[in-house]
């Protein structure tokens, strides 16, 4: 089994119910799945982060990780 | 005549001591309606090209907005105008608070000074009587000491002062201009300009209501959109943690300029975070005029060797950049008492943050030595340097006086190769957001007439998806398709000259990016309902979009005759390399042939030349400025 802990950084935290969500997978899959399964708008997201890579919403995950996602900066 | 104007224009002339009135006719508000847009007309009417910014010729224009002062949420900011001292360009710097609405209150459009007075003075206005006071006891003192002698002077706590730190006083070409010790016009040196002038402040008390069209209408878009704002997360956010929000996404993500831009991988980013500010600094939250977000920090900090007074409110993500992992430094009670420093003295810390972190990589890579800097080891993360150097450049002292010119100056002084170590454009200090993530940002950088300005710039990321807030909210404005925060294709720069515009019109119109869309809930419908209720007038996009161009225009103008080129619209080398270290690490370099190229087809979709830049004159009718057409010739 494959489990991905979902992160979600910054104001993502108010948006979504959860700041941190926990999804298994029974194969490898893309964060594009994740994040639909999640329930999470890409619209939402500028950086996704495994481990100390930045990485795209095709990256395919094969094992157990952590994704961190980071929300839209603006200027101010 | 409309409603929310006054119809009422000071002017002063510091010289003579004299203050007259003007009052403009309908035709020429809705035409040139406030802001940059009405001081404009006035930098480019009376004042003759290459004027000296310190010369009494230099018009220093105070212009707020004609729906600052309504009950309109967020919409508080109002512009300060002069040529820069700094860039020797349009200078323009907006600023929240309270001052512009005051100013609305004691019965004024705008503010234009001229003239330098002999000795040091202040403008005193109550209900539209103008009164210049002598200013000698107030000249040499901390902003906070200011403020609280003009309200105890003139026997009223309400009163609202704009004023100027020593470091106006004494000429530092970023010195800024401050209302309320926490808001400021900070860009572009304009507290030098005022300084200059000899004027220490502007006090204001407006006690009479401004003439609404419709009353109703904007209380209850008010309601409306402040209910929205308070449920909103991105609001939620600005109001718990501030713009230091930010900083967590570009640290993590190794673009958090740091080590004057040599880097984006700042490992000890941290220690910098707002979450790591509310922990250890955050006082308490405030805000602006009839606002409901309430973004803005209060620090203070009590320690035996430090401490941080909060009267000077907390530091921003830009402050916490430029004196934190610019100049190498982790720790963010020294990064606020550097932001204490510069509100106490009215100082920019943008420009401060960069110009010191400048003379670290001079000191490190051999170009100045320790006898060089009075002794100061110069090193980055020296934190007890950072805030010798601050004073040192207020009061013009040893190195600080060379410091005080900014890095793109001091370096033309130092020589050396120094040259290689400033992030300028057109002689004004970066802000702290990476072009390289957000290509349209480096535009604007490139383009901003008064220098690179994160404010100035519309972000990327807002409009990177179908779905994002930026593609669902101003599809009004013909914005239909998503475009990639890297790319720097036609649409990006399609999308980018409509974005310019629109934000040109949002600082026009006093409007704070964090009240209203792409940012926050108050919809395009909205602020148009807010203006026509305001004013009376039945305006369109069409005529508010014209004024964000004509005021585009002008400003060029302005540059072309002070002689600035295609040249100087351009990004600092750094930006065409990699970054160095970190997640991002040998990415992110900008194509530099397509960026010359994006900047031709901008010219081109501004009805401008694309080798020069300038203006057609069928553009200049176009936007009724044919009165500037002799100006090209």
């Known amino acids: 089994m494959i489990r991905i802990i979902l992160i979600l950084e910054g104001y993502l935290k108010n948006k979504y119910p959860s700041a941190c969500l926990t999804l298994n997978y029974s194969e490898p899959t893309t964060i594009t799945q994740v994040f639909k399964d999640a329930g999470v708008s890409s619209a939402d997201v500028f950086f996704i982060k495994i481990g100390d890579s930045l990485v795209k919403e095709d990256y395919l995950i094969t094992s157990s990780t952590k994704i961190k996602i980071f929300p839209l900066i603006g200027g101010g | 005549m409309a409603f929310g104007y006054t119809q009422r224009i000071l002017h002063v002339d510091l010289a003579s001591k004299k203050c007259w009135i003007e009052n403009p006719p309908e035709r020429f508000y809705r035409t040139y309606w406030g802001g940059r847009a009405l001081a404009l007309y006035y930098m480019l009417k009376e004042m003759k090209p290459r004027t000296d910014p310190f010369s009494p010729d230099n018009l220093l ?8 002062g309504t009950p309109a949420p967020a919409v508080p900011r109002y512009t300060i105008c002069a040529k820069s001292p700094l860039t020797g360009a349009e200078g323009e710097s907006e600023a929240g608070g309270w001052w512009g609405p005051e100013l609305k209150k004691a019965g004024f459009d705008a503010i234009i000074v001229r003239g330098v007075s ?48 020593i470091a106006g006083e004494n000429l530092v070409r970023f010195a800024n201009i401050v209302n309320e010790l926490k808001h400021f016009n900070g860009r572009n040196g304009l507290g030098a300009v005022m300084g200059s002038k000899r004027l220490k402040a502007i006090a204001v008390r407006g006690t009479k209501p401004i003439n609404i069209f419709d009353k109703r209408k904007i209380s209850q878009l008010s309601r409306e959109i402040a209910r929205r704002v308070m449920e909103n997360p991105l609001s939620r956010d600005l109001r ?64 035996d060797n430090l401490t941080v007074d909060p009267t000077y409110g907390g530091p921003e ?25 510069c509100n106490k003295w009215g100082i920019d810390t943008i420009s401060a943050g960069m110009t010191i972190a400048f003379a670290m990589q001079c000191y490190q890579e051999g170009v100045l030595n320790k006898e060089d800097m009075g002794g100061i080891e110069l090193t980055f993360g020296n934190k007890e340097a950072v805030l010798i150097l601050i004073e040192k450049i207020a009061k013009r002292e040893g190195w600080g006086d060379l410091l005080a010119e900014g890095s793109y100056l001091a370096s033309q002084k130092i020589g050396k190769g120094s040259e290689r170590f400033v992030y300028q454009v057109k002689g004004q200090e970066i802000p702290m957001h990476d072009p390289r993530i957000k290509t349209g940002v480096g535009l604007s950088y490139a383009l901003a007439d008064y220098g690179p300005d994160h404010m100035k710039a519309p972000h990327d990321p807002f409009f ?24 720097l294709g036609e649409k990006k720069v399609t ?42 007038w039945k305006t369109t996009w069409l005529e508010l979009m014209e004024l964000g161009e004509r005021s585009i225009n ?5 540059n072309l005759r002070e002689g600035f080129t295609t040249k ?10 990699n970054f160095s270290g970190g997640p991002l690490d040998g990415k992110g370099a900008i194509d530099r042939e397509q960026f010359q190229q994006a900047l031709r087809l901008r010219y081109q979709l501004m009805g401008w030349d694309p080798d020069t830049g300038v203006p057609n004159w069928s553009k200049l009718w176009e936007l009724g400025l044919d009165w500037l057409i002799k100006e090209l010739e």
């Open chain 2, 495 to 536: 999308l980018f000259k409509i974005l310019d515009i629109y934000w040109t019109l949002l600082n026009i119109l006093g409007v704070c990016l964090f009240g209203y869309v792409p940012r926050s809930l108050g919809t395009m419908d909205e602020l148009l309902e807010i203006i026509r209720s305001t004013t009376g």
């Open chain 2, 568 to 577: 100087e619209d351009s990004l600092p080398e750094v930006f065409f390399s």
């Open chain 2, 61 to 68: 224009i105070f212009a707020p907005s004609v729906i600052t």
């Open chain 2, 118 to 165: 002999s000795n040091p003075v202040y403008i005193w206005i109550k209900d539209g009587a103008v009164e210049i006071r002598e200013a000698h006891h107030l000249w040499g003192k901390d902003t906070g000491e200011v403020q609280k002698l003009i309200r105890e002077e003139l026997a009223d706590e309400q009163i609202r002062v704009v004023q100027i730190g």
């Open chain 2, 317 to 341: 993500y830009e402050t916490i950049v430029a004196f934190g992992s610019i100049c190498g430094i982790d720790d963010l009670k020294y990064v606020a008492k550097a932001n204490e420093l």
């Open chain 2, 240 to 303: 718990e943690f501030g713009t230091p929000a930010v900083l967590r996404g570009f640290y993590e993500s190794g673009c958090l300029p740091a080590y004057n831009w040599t880097t984006g991988y700042f490992p000890e980013g941290e220690k910098l975070t707002a979450e790591t500010y509310n922990k250890t600094i955050l006082k308490k939250t405030t805000g602006c005029y009839s606002c409901p977000i309430r973004c803005k920090r209060v620090a203070e900090v009590k320690e």
């Open chain 2, 464 to 487: 990177k998806d179908q779905n994002s807030v930026g593609i669902k909210e101003l599809s009004g404005l013909g914005i239909l398709e998503p475009i990639s925060s890297t790319d």
């Open chain 2, 554 to 558: 002008m400003s060029r103008i302005f």
